[in-house]
């Protein structure tokens, strides 16, 4: 979207089927736009681990950014507030915040490569691996939470898009041991849930 007001705008509007529980703008302006204890329609087919349906089980925050330019320090700040509280109320620990590109793997890409996941981690509310031992990619990335969607023709690929998003946004090429070894890492010290 290209402006938070057109974003505002369609997730508020019933036919797009698209909402989330908060938007926060580039200026810092945070939208609450559903209660927290309410479903909202963020994630579209998303799943992480054993979560089939992450709609019903997560709080979804979307921050206007069309995903090609650096988030600004407002931004990220009110992000960092509202990740608090939610986080507080919900008892949810930092391994419990993905973006879309995280549990919609093959299908959505945002908060895209520009998004400082290593700065929130910084901050308590995300998580940043140590590398571990290297060790079989996919199989690392499912016990992580990492899953290609069913039916999907290239598995690996799309997985490796969404960790590389997440931890290397600018590495290319096929898997490598870096990947490998961020991934095994995750894997080690923050599994993902199981249902």
Known sequence: MESAQAALARLCDPAAEVSSHYLIGTDGHVWRLVEEARRAWHAGRGAWGGIADVNSASIGIELHNRG???FPAPQMAAL?????????RWDIGPE???GHSDCAVGRKRDPG?????RGLARAGLA????????????????????????GCEDAEGAVLAAVRLRLRPWATGPVAEADRALVAGLAARWPAPEA
């Not at 960092?80 to 507080?88: S, Y």
């Not at 571990?132 to 990619?137: C, I, Q, R, S, Y």
Request: aromatic share 12%.
């Open 127 to 150: 998580v940043w691996p140590e590398a571990g031992t290297p060790g079989n990619f996919l199989a690392d990335a499912a016990r992580a939470g990492w899953r290609a969607p069913a």
């Open 80 to 88: 960092e507030g509202v990740l608090r509280g939610v986080t507080g």
């Open 68 to 70: 090609d330019h650096p």
């Open 113 to 117: 490569p520009r998004f400082d996941w």
């Open 96 to 98: 419990g915040v993905l």
